[in-house]
């Protein structure tokens, strides 16, 4: 998915359905500190929440690795398989030598709210 039709697609929904606020965005900052925080691949260095709808809850980690294929490979399963919401997901990936940044927008269809944020991965210089 390009970064345009990501953007697109999180505009609508972000039009369509409110934010999340409480429990479930706690909730999921909690996911987030056991797989990325406790991952044996990735060390979380920052976990917060914004207060920006457009970016509510921002990510930062790291890695020893220097493989970034294997790096992105690892961050997006975890996105899909441990954190989003099942009911919907939409991300997207951009890179660079030093960042890869995965932004993503979840919701689930009985609750209709929506959380948004960005798993930023720094990679080692080489």
Not at 38 to 58: A, C, P
Not at 70 to 83: A, K, R, S, V, Y
Request: charged content about 20%.
């Amino acid at each position: 998915m390009t970064n345009q039709e990501f953007r697109k697609i999180k505009s609508e929904i972000m039009h369509s359905m409110p934010a999340s606020s409480g429990n479930d965005l706690s909730g999921m900052i909690e996911d987030i500190y056991h797989y990325i925080g406790d991952s044996s691949v990735f060390h979380l260095d920052n976990l917060s929440k914004t207060g920006d709808l457009e970016n509510m809850i921002d990510v930062i980690c790291s890695s020893y690795s220097l493989n970034q294929p294997f790096l992105m490979g690892e961050l997006e399963d975890i996105w899909i398989n441990n954190l989003s919401y099942r009911d919907f997901e939409c991300h997207s990936i951009t890179q660079s030598k030093k960042l890869c940044i995965l932004e993503f927008i979840t919701h689930m269809s009985g609750k209709c709210y929506y959380v948004t944020g960005s798993i930023t991965l720094v990679i080692p210089i080489q």
